[in-house]
């Protein structure tokens, strides 16, 4: 065994003495797509966790969630809520562009959140690549509290914030490593966004990309943490100390603190960590996971937040618990639910039925910044709906990546259990020909697969006609998928001028299951299987799949009507732990 797993096994050894209130807790603590997470205890706030995640493309954008107990997390605060304070991310293209990365800090009242607006098709050589801002609120409750960007200079992502004992503030980032790996350092103005010089602290342990960088400051040490290895099969977390804040930083002889690289663990990629203390002042750290196995094939949910305790002595090095689904660490204290706040529970159930003078739940999203316009709740003629405004672009637009400033149609929500069941009612007036409303799980432009009602020519056995009737399509798209995955039907005479209930229903940790049913009979036996789709067909990126609707014409000038009611979710399963293969004969 290696000296790092002896010593992560001292740990969890230390851990399980402490107390005879260990806590058991499962993983991961923020399910769904919620990665790169960064988490502190702000006592000023009744004692109360903080955690904030990268959010790419999605909006509203950089989602702040808050626990008393480290296991109730309510969503707090988007704190990317209005389209005017980041403009650019309406026309990013790629699903690896976005917001990346952020880190949430705390400091003399105010909260501050660091990160990086990425634009991932454009040369990593040029400036324009990298967008480094800082965003600050005295009330992270509020969205709308959070300010607008204050934009620094710095050729590269995943910045960080310290301040040390002097007064003095720095911000930590990580090298564009195709250019240059490394993390760099300087200070910085945090009001104005003026920096001084950078000088690189360390170039990590010789893993791929060296990133995600934080600073803190213990025992007279000051300790460099770092993700390397890329956010993958590789991923690790690794340490570097200092006696001085501007280096020069030892690598620990012990690195990697924590991964799962090279095991069989069900988690892997883990990476990306946090430190933050308790109540009690003990240790733990947050970190981002992918729930797929060595194989590394099917994580169709996406990078997800993950809880760990850490033991650290004084003088010496952190040591992290190894990551799993069931954990046991330092003890929690009693459960404590969270009144304030915009939204619900991380992996709360939906039933949203939009009543009129309601407004659309903040835990809902759009692909990049939407257009306000195309989302109109309850409307007169239609109470207790949405009305969805028929974009021009569909889901896949122009090329899988990009959707111009016009942008798409299209509301959703993370799945964050591992087996669910999603649906809505539809309401369709169509009067053109590929005019269509439906659901879809999206990862993204290029890998989705959705179920709707398209108004399409009628086929007969020997040809098409000019008369044009609603169908049933099932499509999707994929890097990895096979072909023939068009599926089409007119609908069902009996079926016509009537709302419509679409699901989509995750089958097992593999497969979801597309099914339509009228929407007055869909308690009944009359749903109908459209299609499969593959976990493995939407695992792929930076992000995680998204569960929600849709209305477009296709290309085609021109509306029509499509709304949505009786919105909802039922998370029913989350996986943990690889799924046992039976034996033969068992």
Same mark, same amino acid.
């Given at each position: 065994?290696?000296? !790092? #797993?002896?010593?992560?096994?001292?740990?969890?050894?230390? &851990?399980?003495?402490?107390?005879?209130? +260990?806590? /058991?807790?499962? +993983?991961?603590?923020l399910p769904g797509f919620h990665p790169d997470p960064s988490c502190i205890l702000v006592p000023e706030w009744d004692n109360t966790y903080f955690c904030a995640t990268s959010s790419f493309l999605v909006f509203p954008g950089l989602p702040i969630h808050a626990s008393r107990d480290l296991q109730q997390w309510k969503l707090a605060s988007n704190a990317l809520s209005r389209p005017e304070q980041l403009p650019d991310l309406a026309i990013a293209a790629r699903s690896t562009s976005g917001i990346w990365a952020p880190t949430m800090r705390f400091h003399a009242g105010v909260f501050y959140l660091v990160t990086t607006l990425v634009f991932d098709d454009l040369p990593k050589t040029t400036p324009a690549h990298w967008d480094n801002f800082v965003m600050t609120s005295t009330d992270p409750y509020n969205s709308s509290a959070w300010s607008d960007p204050v934009h620094f200079k710095f050729h590269g992502y995943d910045t960080s914030p310290f301040w040390d004992d002097d007064g003095r503030s720095y911000i930590t980032g990580s090298h564009t490593f195709q250019i240059r790996?490394?993390?760099?350092?300087?200070?910085?103005?945090?009001?104005?966004?003026?920096?001084?010089?950078?000088? %690189?602290?360390?170039?990590?342990? $010789?893993?791929? @990309?060296?990133?995600g960088p934080h600073i803190y400051k213990k025992d007279g040490w000051y300790y460099l943490l770092i993700a390397e290895g890329g956010t993958g099969k590789d991923h690790m977390v690794t340490m570097a100390r200092s006696r001085s804040v501007n280096g020069p930083y030892e690598g620990y002889e012990l690195n990697p603190v924590l991964t799962n690289a090279n095991t069989s663990e069900y988690f892997q990629a883990i990476g990306h960590a946090d430190i933050f203390q308790d109540t009690l002042g003990q240790w733990?750290?947050? @970190?981002?996971?992918? !729930?797929?196995g060595p194989e590394f094939l099917n994580y169709?949910? $996406?990078?997800? /937040?993950?809880?760990?305790? &850490? %033991?650290?002595?004084?003088?010496?090095?952190?040591? *992290?618990?190894?990551? %799993? $689904?069931?954990?046991?660490?330092? @003890? *929690?204290?009693?459960?404590?639910?969270?009144?304030?706040?915009?939204?619900?529970?991380?992996?709360?159930?939906?039933?949203? /039925? *939009?009543?009129?003078?309601?407004?659309?739940?903040?835990?809902l999203v759009h692909w990049r910044i939407p257009r306000a316009e195309k989302y109109i709740v309850s409307p007169p003629d239609h109470p207790n709906t949405l009305q969805l405004v028929p974009s021009v672009l569909n889901l896949t637009a122009y090329d899988g990546r990009y959707a111009g400033p016009e942008g798409q149609t299209f509301l959703s929500r993370r799945q964050t259990h591992t087996l669910f069941t999603?649906?809505?009612?539809?309401?369709?007036? *169509?009067?053109?020909?590929?005019q269509e409303v439906g659901v879809t799980a999206f990862l993204d432009q290029a890998h989705h697969f959705d179920l709707s009602v398209v108004n399409l020519a009628l086929t007969t056995d020997s040809y098409e006609t000019e008369t044009l009737v609603p169908h049933l399509r099932f !499509?999707?798209?994929? #890097?990895?998928?096979? @072909?023939?995955? %068009?599926?089409?039907?007119a609908l069902p005479p009996h079926w016509q001028d009537q709302p419509l209930t679409f699901q989509i229903r995750a089958e097992n940790d593999t497969h979801y299951g597309f099914r339509v049913a009228p929407a007055a009979d869909h308690q009944g036996d009359e749903y109908t299987t459209m299609g499969f789709a593959s976990g493995v067909d939407l695992s792929w990126g930076f992000t995680g799949t998204l569960l929600g609707v849709y209305a477009t014409t296709n290309g085609r000038a021109g509306g029509f009507g499509a709304y949505v009611g009786n919105w909802t979710y039922l998370g029913e399963k989350q996986q943990i732990a690889a799924a046992a293969v039976p034996e033969e004969g068992g």
């Open positions: 065994m290696s000296l !790092r #797993r002896l010593a992560a096994l001292a740990a969890s050894l230390l &851990v399980a003495g402490a107390s005879a209130d +260990n806590s /058991t807790y499962l +993983n991961p603590i790996p490394g993390i760099d350092q300087a200070e910085i103005n945090l009001q104005t966004g003026q920096t001084g010089n950078y000088t %690189t602290l360390w170039a990590g342990t $010789g893993g791929m @990309a060296p990133e733990w750290s947050c @970190a981002l996971a992918v !729930r797929t169709p949910i $996406g990078r997800e /937040t993950i809880l760990t305790p &850490v %033991t650290w002595e004084e003088g010496s090095w952190p040591v *992290f618990q190894p990551v %799993t $689904g069931t954990m046991s660490g330092w @003890a *929690f204290s009693a459960i404590s639910s969270i009144e304030e706040g915009e939204g619900g529970l991380v992996d709360a159930d939906d039933h949203i /039925t *939009f009543p009129p003078g309601s407004r659309i739940p903040p835990h999603y649906q809505v009612d539809i309401e369709y007036e *169509f009067n053109q020909e590929e !499509r999707g798209i994929s #890097r990895y998928a096979l @072909a023939n995955l %068009t599926h089409i039907v």
